[in-house]
């Protein structure tokens, strides 16, 4: 089967690296402070089940919590997402595998790293990882706009702007992803679709809908190389 080189977009967190194991109850916990604060009566702050059930809505409903905030509470998307990510020792936290610079370089084609994290953050991780050298293009949250609104993943609206912005047929097109609704988003507008599963845990529900939105499952992004001609060829 003839095969094209793909354009590679591949998120951050718990795909490249394990924001699991330390990274991400930081973050849940820095947001749950805001939060509190922002959900409070100006006194006191809101409680635990109030903030969790607004958190779990808001990226349910949205895909990003952060769309919830500015569209319902007026928050300033650059101030949450600061706050959200401040960290005593970011590099500290950062867990990976070895041998994911050798991995980019072994793909076919152009790599972009397309994260709902915020450019400092992303490009702090990736500069201890030693990766963003292997990245034609860097998207953070701030850059997925749409008419000049956030339209983080899972936004089809966005997703279609950047292929025609790369000038890229979706079926030539790869998102490399931990999470379904982002891949769900990626299949609808007919892209390829890989999901990465070595850091995060899917009950059985979750399982059952992974056929209908995944074509490659990985445990790992290092397991990429075993289908590549699967996920290149013309004919797929």
């Known amino acids: 089967m003839k095969q094209r080189s793909p354009l590679w977009l591949f998120d951050l967190d718990n ?3 394990n924001a699991s194991h330390a990274i991400f109850p930081a973050i849940t916990h820095n947001m749950n402070v805001f939060m509190a ?16 059930a607004a958190r779990q809505l808001y990226w349910k409903r949205y895909g990003a919590t952060l769309l919830g905030l500015v569209r319902h509470h007026g928050v300033k998307a650059d101030h949450f997402l600061h706050e959200a990510h401040r960290f005593e020792d970011l590099t500290d936290m950062i867990r990976a595998e070895r041998g994911l610079g050798r991995l980019l370089e072994r793909l076919p084609g152009r790599k972009i790293l397309l994260t709902n994290a915020p450019r400092s ?7 201890h990882l030693g990766l963003h050298r292997h990245f034609a293009e860097h998207i953070p949250i701030e850059a997925m706009r749409v008419h000049g609104r956030l339209r983080p993943k899972p936004s089809v609206p966005y997703l279609l702007k950047l292929l025609a912005r790369q000038g890229v047929h979706p079926r030539h097109c790869v998102l490399v992803e931990d999470t379904l609704s982002n891949l769900r988003a990626a299949k609808q507008v007919g892209m390829r679709t890989v999901l990465v599963t070595g850091y ?8 059952k809908k992974i056929h209908a939105c995944v074509d490659v499952k990985v445990k790992s992004v290092l397991d990429l190389p075993d289908h590549v001609h699967r996920l290149c060829s013309a004919h797929f």
């Open 15 to 17: 795909t490249l690296h």
């Open 37 to 52: 604060d922002l959900l409070g009566d100006g006194t006191t702050p809101a409680d635990a089940g109030t903030v969790n």
């Open 121 to 127: 953050y992303s490009h702090e991780v990736m500069r």
């Open 200 to 207: 995060v845990q899917a009950d059985q529900a979750v399982q």
